[in-house]
């Protein structure tokens, strides 16, 4: 099987990674930094939004399973691409919403999915197309972090199961099977 890679930025990674593990033909997601200027930043470093970086997941796929405009209508749906430099409760530019695309068919499928979505909010989505620079995963503990820690996070527990009731109902045929409720 080939795979490809996505790359995404849609506030706090847990969120996020939550959501594109229960994706069919989603492989692998990582937790991790994109975006900024300092080598090897820490998740301490990253919250404090001073090194430029975003939360971000990397997403391995099979493109015979998922199509790449499917991931990045899921990413649309699953988060708020119109809120600028947040989401929720979650403040700073390292929450901000980003596609760090890998090549220019992600590039141009990117702005694509940003005019096709659009219509679905009432506000204008300010998700910036970035250069996928250099990815820092982020550290052990922040992977694959909702099925574990997560599901005994308050924060978790009021931000990620109404993420995974859109994907599912939203999406319902690109839900694995085993996905969790």
Known sequence: MASETAVLAGGC???TEAVFNDVIGVTK???GYIGGSKDHPTYKEVCSGETGHAEAIRITYDPEAVRYADLLDIFFATHDPT???RQGNDVGTQYRSAIFPQDQMQHHAALEAIERNQANWPAPIVTSIELA???WPAEDYHQE?????GQRNPYCLAVIPPKLQKLRKSFANRVKETAGA
């Open 83 to 85: 809120q600028l430099n």
């Open 145 to 149: 972090y909702w099925e574990g820690e």
């Open 13 to 15: 990674f847990w969120c």
């Open 29 to 31: 997601v990582e937790s």
């Open 133 to 135: 620079d250099q990815w």
